[in-house]
């Protein structure tokens, strides 16, 4: 009787043994499935740019089934423009511990490099990383950061140039000297307008207060087309060189999808939203478990050429039926 009720306590522990490792590990699992990720997305000013690729972050985190409040929180900062503020916002987010940090425009990704060595970068809205430092080339790269490559289809739009206007000799386009990005983008379009035997004339700005006496002083140089490189500070302040184009009826072709409904006769655009999919498409990679350092950097998957029918006919651009069609089908 004895040993038949020592065999039962015994039972019985070993029940409650296995129902409290149960209960833990069910627990535990419960903690990790309900854990809430928190995200940080720094931008570096306002501009269709960053407009636009906050669109394409929202979108790509909705495509992931993720809900926000419940899988994920996102906090969103913007510098304004402001160097010392992006140093600031940068500190703070550092210290805040973020799972992942989402970065647009290169002076952003230059300063993220710098200060933040412990915690996933991803960039998009970036030209030319190798340029802001980050990479030697798109598999060798910064081991915390990894992102999209928006640079633009320079060599594509010297090609079309040449066929909506073949007698195009001069081309114009304003560059900022304090970005990295805008003297890629200008360089890179002055090569393929060189091997085309078509002149660059640049002009420099610092500041969006210059932008207007900019516009001027490239009009007065009589380029037969304006080409406008994309850069953070150019992008922001479109309007003012379009109209400054079209009031000396100078056709002007853009990067930026926006600018075709302001007024740019034609935009090769890489698509910023699109990028911005993109970017949470490798942050899903780096969640599902691959490290960061084995994530190639890649180019924006999606680019977009517009016309503006109206401002195309007002500068004397012809755009031919099958032009139209081979570029705007889809």
């Known amino acids: 009787m004895k040993t038949n009720l020592l065999n039962i306590l015994k039972a019985l522990l070993l029940i409650a043994a296995l129902s409290a490792i149960l209960i833990f590990m069910d627990s535990s699992n419960g903690k990790k499935d309900t854990r809430?990720?928190?995200?940080a997305l720094i931008q570096y000013n306002d501009s269709p740019?960053?407009?636009?690729s906050l669109q394409g972050f929202?979108?790509?985190?909705?495509?992931?089934?993720?809900?926000?409040?419940i899988d994920y929180t996102l906090d969103v900062l913007n510098a304004q423009g402001d160097i010392s503020t992006l140093n600031i916002i940068i500190d703070k987010v550092v210290s805040d511990g973020p799972d992942l940090i989402f970065v647009t425009s290169t002076p952003t990704l230059q300063l993220a490099a710098q200060k933040i060595k412990d915690i996933p970068v991803i960039f998009s809205v970036v030209a030319d990383p190798a340029a802001a430092g980050v990479c030697n080339s798109?598999?060798?790269?910064?081991?915390?950061?990894?992102?999209?490559?928006?640079?633009?289809?320079?060599e594509g739009m010297i090609k079309i140039i040449q066929q909506l206007s073949p007698d195009t000799k001069t081309i114009g386009t304003i560059f900022s000297p304090g970005e990295a990005n805008s003297v890629k983008n200008m360089n890179a379009?002055?090569?393929?307008a060189e091997q085309s035997g078509i002149k660059l004339l640049s002009t420099p700005v610092n500041s969006s207060s210059e932008i207007a006496d900019a516009a001027l002083a490239l009009v007065e140089a009589r380029p037969d087309i304006?080409?406008?490189i994309v850069d953070n500070l150019t992008s922001s302040s479109i309007a003012n060189i379009i109209k400054v184009a079209r009031d000396n009826k100078?056709?002007?072709?853009?990067?930026v999808s926006d600018q075709s409904e302001k007024g740019a006769v034609l935009v090769v655009s890489r698509d910023y939203q699109q990028a911005g999919i993109d970017a949470v498409v490798l942050a899903k990679r780096y969640f599902d478990g691959t490290p960061i350092k084995d994530i190639p950097i890649e180019f924006v998957?999606?680019?977009?050429?517009?016309?503006?029918?109206e401002a195309a006919k007002a500068a004397g651009i012809i755009i031919p039926k099958d032009f139209e069609r081979k570029w705007t089908e889809n």
Do not use: R, W
Not at 58 to 69: E, N, R
């Open 138 to 154: 798109f598999t060798d790269h910064q081991e915390n950061i990894t992102g999209i490559s928006t640079m633009g289809d320079y």
């Open 36 to 39: 809430i990720l928190k995200l």
């Open 250 to 255: 100078i056709p002007l072709f853009g990067f």
């Open 226 to 228: 304006i080409c406008q």
């Open 301 to 309: 998957s999606k680019t977009n050429i517009l016309i503006n029918k």
């Open 58 to 69: 929202m979108h790509g985190l909705v495509g992931t089934g993720m809900k926000a409040g």
């Open 49 to 52: 740019l960053s407009e636009l």
């Open 189 to 192: 379009l002055k090569g393929y």
